[in-house]
DNA sequence: GTGAAAGCGCTAACAT
DNA sequence: ATGTTAGCGCTTTCAC
């Protein structure tokens, strides 16, 4: 029997206080029950569930998710991929949709790609690391390498906040264009024909780009004039400013401006406001995404409101029907539209 | 020799496509050799790494990261509870942290307590489960449970974003007290004598409690007098437009106020707008944050301009530092301060 | 309903 | 510098 025994034991490194092994002890129960006891609770006999819920709480047992993980070949994690949480609409949506995985004890592995495909493409191979149980990516461009690493992969794979190009999976969001084609219909119809576009970033924000393309197209359609103003950097309020004043420097006849989005909308609000052009009367300002000033500034501003934490709700709806599941039924489009707020700005 | 095969093998269940040792295999070294070259390149030949490489490459070959975290019983996650990410205050923290942890390949899984001290609890049971290589929470206020969890654990566990109270270990953030002492003494060194503190959510955010606390305590203690008004909800333009509006029909001689955040302050600005009220000269208003807009509104926004992303820089500076060590050295306070960012407000 | 046993893919002590 | 080996703590057959 000893024979086995040949050599010393190692020295053995610091492992976990509490394991599996020792609740089983216990409540005398196999380790096994209690691994089917914490993953399907209705399968084990009311005495040994009981047995075992005290035990766990003795012993202030917490599960080794990597172990399980590992043995199971899938974790509890779900890796998000956004440009980045600083933007107001990506925080909604990494926001609702960690609510939402909460119920199934699902767990959110954040990364930043600010706004860099080469940074998405390692941060997805640093994602497919966890084994997670989902994938989730901002926008539906990406590199080729990206592409091949998904390619292969079983689990869900989930594209959103942009809608209307080559998926790779399932996408949830919407047309970015049919934004920009929106707010223009809204400024025609508002009695507005020379309009004008205020941009940021757009050379790195494709669906603001897409959004200002939109608008372009109709104004084009209705035969109205339309300019194109914008600024390379992040959106902000103060850029908002100083892209109206060279807006009106350049287009002095403009009476209708969509933003690229409403910390761009609020500068441009405040610059009217200080160069005393009267809003709506002399120009009307919309915005996009009805930030949480939108609706309290002066004027009140119209806007696009999209639908962020939807899409977040939407999109922890599909891991939780794919958990453990295979692959999405193939490249589904999920719209989750989007409303103008009609205030005073136009 | 065949003994051992005594059962047939069983239905193994699908599995990693690439594993070490495919890699092994391919560039014809042991699977050890792989994994050190992986953790540490240095301690492998150059012959070796060339061949590892590429067989990584040929076979597009990526890692296990639960097998690792295994194995080593500490994984390359870092957990961060944060209030909410909807929160630009703790968006700045999570992406700044986020960035400079990218450098040692460290992934942040995110939790949102929503400022729920059970909420917290369960979020740190869970992410103990992932063995992660720290623990990051915000404040330093939580349940008995949770200090207990966290007291027998060997990783660093770090509480930013206050300063002030008792600490587990260490803490990165500053004393939102000394913001309202600082705010206060800044109002009536510009001559203002009749103090307003405009609050929100204060039940629940402690540290918009501590602002508040330290403001009424400066003005006290230079004898002018100061009053609170406040409201339950989350800070937004919105309820800073309804608490100016109250407050000056509470206490009509106000002529300097303080706000719970820049929020609050942007919609105290709107209503003084709307209202005629001359700002600075009849009312001088004062925020907290800096946010993106507080530069550019009218008038600029005097604030105190909080250290968001030095906590960041400075947590993942510290969780580096005791990469695969133990607990932190000890309860001490790192102190990022926050300055005055005076404006045409006040 | 419960238990025994065989790994999941990797790391780290140890030996060479 | 490289290989051998023994697990890490759990899940999942499979047999009872």
Redesign the pocket.
Known sequence: MDAAR??P?????K??????????GLA????????????KPE???A???QAISRAIDKLN??????????????SRAVSILVPSVRNAFFAETVSSMQAALKKQRLQLILGHTEYDEHEEEELVRMALSWAPAAIVLTGLSHSAATRRLLANVTIPVIEIWELGGPQIDTAIGFHHDQVGVAVAEHLIQQGRRNLLFLGARMHQDRRAKQRCDGFLRAAKAAGVSAQVVEHPDTASAEIGSMLLVEALRLHPETDGIACSNDHIALGALFACERLKVAVPERLAVVGFGDLSFSAACNPPLTTIRPSGDLIGREAARLIEEHL?GEKLDGPRAIDTRFTLQHRRSS
């Open positions: 040949r050599k034991p190692r020295n053995r490194r492992m976990q206080s509490v394991t599996m092994s020792d609740v089983a005398n129960v196999s380790p096994s029950t209690v691994s089917l006891f914490l993953r399968a084990v006999s005495t040994a569930s047992y917490v599960p080794n998710l990597m172990a399980g993980g590992l043995a199971a070949a899938s453990g």
